[in-house]
């Protein structure tokens, strides 16, 4: 009788656990949605690349693409693109640039 009863209960564990395990896997949080980056966003991650390598000056022409590139208003990539290429000028040796591209990034601000 005994036996009987252990059995049981064995195998009502081993329900329990599957279904557990099921239930989780369908309740699991779905993953993110991929989105393509744009020219902007490759050319800054680009810049970025060669900043943190300390490798200035292939760096300084992608944040000066994104820093002229037209766009409809100011976006934080302009922004972040004008203040790294204010630390660029400055690791180059050149002041006045940096200056005028933190003014430059001062007036779009609101």
Not at 1 to 30: D, E, Q, Y
Not at 38 to 58: M, V
Request: overall charge negative.
């Amino acid at each position: 009788m005994n036996w009987f009863r252990l059995i049981n209960l064995g195998l009502v564990l081993s329900f329990c656990l599957l279904f557990v395990t099921l239930t989780s896997c369908t309740h699991a949080t779905p993953q993110a949605e991929v989105r393509p980056i744009t020219e902007r966003e490759f050319q800054f991650e680009k810049g970025i690349r060669h900043l943190e390598n300390e490798e200035y000056e292939k760096a300084q022409p992608y944040f000066l693409n994104i820093s002229v590139a037209p766009t409809n208003s100011a976006d934080q990539f302009q922004e972040k693109a004008l203040w790294n290429l204010s630390i660029i000028f400055e690791k180059l040796g050149q002041p006045e640039k940096a200056l005028l591209t933190l003014q430059q990034l001062e007036r779009l601000q609101p």
